[in-house]
């Protein structure tokens, strides 16, 4: 989605901003922009595309100036255009650059249009440039007339303003959208996402709703909240370096984070798990007495988060006997739900501001849940500041599009959350031998996974097989049937091929129309009590002269032959077997990816957090 920066320094901005722009790239964007004001008067270039694209403008003519804006657009309101690009303008004395939608944006275009104001763009953006224009025009600062407007936006939405008028002040505001402060010595930036800043500091405010903040030539940041009142906020220390703005020694940000799972498994599992089993307060001091009276959980996100949360129905019915519901976000948040006495509602999110997800736990709130718990990897981000309770994953930033590392750490904390939901319900004799395996085998994933990704290799031999395709099953049953969705999705994100997945007891009822010589077969394959019923399903694809592929167990007997290739995963806990065979498909769909050409870290179409809905 878009992305914005802003700085006001005693040195030349252009090129912090520029910076901030190619670490926003991973978002996914369709266009580039940046205005600078230089010896009073506004300068901008605008360039459709990557961001290489504007740096290759900016190489034939630099934008000197203390005080800027940039922005990465994805289209919403008009085509990828340079006129649509941002910063808009108005009068060649206001840049804004805006994430998020403005919802009433045609009633005020229409109202401006009445009074002379004329527009160069199809964007919603733009009037605010010129709602702005009025503003400065009556006399007001960037500061109060930010403050007057926003009243008048519908929608969500991050902005960022300079104007000629003030050629030391930045404004931001934010509704909906997230932006934060970077606070430097004798300077100050803007962004909506810490990372793009931390070529310049480690040190962020992160904006509240209805937040209006100026910053000024020497550092100086005023805030003021929805009401107007003048706040502090708390000035935060970004704790994950900036090593994970690069790729280092991988080819991609994605190959990179799923070498990193072993380590930020063993993160996400840091000081929760004593002797005894989890410590439930990890879930923060209301939790035990949270738990012990929940009666169903529903649990609520999106895309890959939608997965780890069907995965955690098997893990909390099975394992601590609560039932549990699963929803998309953007379903539930249109439906009526009947919730019943004593549930708890839990989001789960990598970024923790993809705008259903958050619609959702707002809407949550009006239904009488018990509280709400929210499974998340960005500290400070919406979803955490409004849920009741929160777990962090602990993941670090990904980058990569195609979420993997915050797939298998938010596994990791919704085991936690199933072993302390049973712990505060009480457990029998049987149930504290169960968790007590569990506890032990969770302390040795982060080794079992680094075993897993010595499969590279061997994966990497195989995706050849695929590189021609053009559809693909996935099959898996019980807790790997969300493995198998989870499977197809990443291998259609990010290598553009039609994926599906099937609970492989759904094989003969449909799917199995589908397979012939053209359509490989991929099953998720543990030694467990489904094993059998399993390989029943596998042996009616290879009698359809079907191409299997399928990851198992060595011990299980299937043998690698002609029509059926076997790789060999290693041996955990049957409980935790899903966040294990995640891993080689995760790499399969990588590796498919590369031998295609696509654009493994930013495939087209798509944007790292989705905050419009
Ligand atoms: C996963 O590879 C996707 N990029 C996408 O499905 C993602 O998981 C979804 O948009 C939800 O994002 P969130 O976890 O940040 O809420």
Not at 295 to 311: D, E, N
Not at 421 to 438: F, H, N, V
């Amino acid at each position: 989605m878009c992305g914005i920066v802003a700085a006001v320094a005693q040195r030349n901005v252009q090129g912090i901003l520029l910076e901030g722009l190619r670490r926003l790239e991973y978002r996914g964007y369709d266009s580039a922009g940046m205005s600078v004001i230089d010896a009073g008067a506004l300068t901008r270039k605008r360039a459709l595309g990557k961001v290489a694209a504007l740096d290759a403008q900016l190489a034939a003519g630099a934008l000197p100036g203390h005080t800027g804006i940039a922005h990465t657009r994805w289209a919403t309101h008009g085509k990828p255009s340079e006129a649509n690009a941002h910063p808009h303008h108005s009068y060649e004395q206001i840049a804004v650059v805006h994430n998020g939608i403005i919802e009433n944006y045609e009633r005020l275009k229409a109202r401006l249009e009445a009074k002379g104001y004329s527009f160069t763009s199809e964007t919603d953006t733009e009037v605010i440039a010129h709602l702005m224009f009025e503003r400065i025009q009556q006399g007001l600062t960037l500061f109060d007339a930010t403050a007057q407007i926003v009243s008048e936006l519908g929608g969500a939405y991050a902005l960022g303003l300079i104007s000629t008028h003030e050629p030391d002040v930045v404004v931001g505001a934010r509704q909906g959208s997230p932006l934060v402060v970077g606070v430097g010595i004798d300077e100050a930036f803007l962004a909506s996402d810490p990372l793009a800043l931390l070529q310049v500091t480690d040190r962020f405010i992160y904006l509240e709703e209805g937040d209006v903040v100026e910053l000024r030539g020497l550092g100086e940041i005023r805030i003021r909240d929805r009401s107007g009142r003048a706040v502090e906020r708390p000035v935060h220390t970004f704790e994950h370096g900036d090593g994970a703005a690069h790729k280092g020694e991988y080819r991609h940000f994605m190959l990179k984070e799923i070498f990193e799972q072993p380590e930020v498994i063993a993160t996400a599992l840091e000081g929760r798990l004593s002797e005894e089993g989890v410590l439930v307060e990890s879930f923060g001091p209301e939790a035990q007495a949270l738990f012990a009276r929940a009666r169903q959980v529903h649990i609520i996100a999106c895309g890959t988060s939608y997965h780890a949360g069907l995965v955690a129905r098997y893990w909390l019915e099975r394992y601590a006997g609560v039932p549990v519901q699963v929803e998309v976000a953007s379903e539930y948040r249109y439906r009526h739900p009947v919730v019943l006495d004593d549930t708890l509602f839990v989001t789960l999110s990598q970024s923790g501001e993809t705008a259903d997800t958050l619609a959702a736990l707002r809407f949550a709130k009006t239904l009488g849940y018990i509280g709400s718990l929210a499974i998340c990897n960005v500290p400070g981000s919406s979803l955490v500041r409004e849920s009741d309770l929160t777990l962090m994953t602990r993941a670090g930033p990904e980058i990569g599009v195609a979420s993997t590392k915050a797939f298998t750490t938010q596994l990791v904390a919704l085991m936690l959350l199933t072993l302390a939901m049973g712990k505060a319900q009480g457990l029998d004799d049987a149930q504290r031998a169960e968790q007590a395996e569990i506890v032990a085998a969770l302390k040795t994933l982060p080794r079992v996974c680094q075993k897993a990704l010595a499969l590279d290799g061997a994966i990497e031999a195989l995706s050849q097989a695929f590189a021609e395709k053009h559809h693909a099953l996935f099959l898996g049953r019980g807790a790997h049937y969300p493995i198998a969705l989870e499977g197809a999705l990443k291998l259609k994100e990010i290598s553009y091929i039609h994926a599906e997945a099937y609970p492989a007891g759904e094989l003969k009822h449909g799917p199995l129309a589908l397979v012939d010589s053209e359509m490989p077969v991929i099953s998720v394959a543990p030694n467990d009590d489904l094993l059998e019923k399993l390989k029943s399903n596998l042996q009616e694809v290879r009698a359809r002269g079907g191409q299997l592929f399928v990851f198992a167990e060595e011990s299980i007997g299937i043998r690698d032959q002609q029509d059926v290739r076997v790789l060999g995963v290693p041996v955990i806990h049957e409980s935790l077997t899903p966040l294990l065979y995640t891993l080689p498909l995760q790499l399969l769909s990588y590796h498919v990816a590369v031998l295609k050409g696509t654009d493994v870290d930013q495939p087209r179409n798509l944007a790292k957090s989705v905050t419009v809905e």
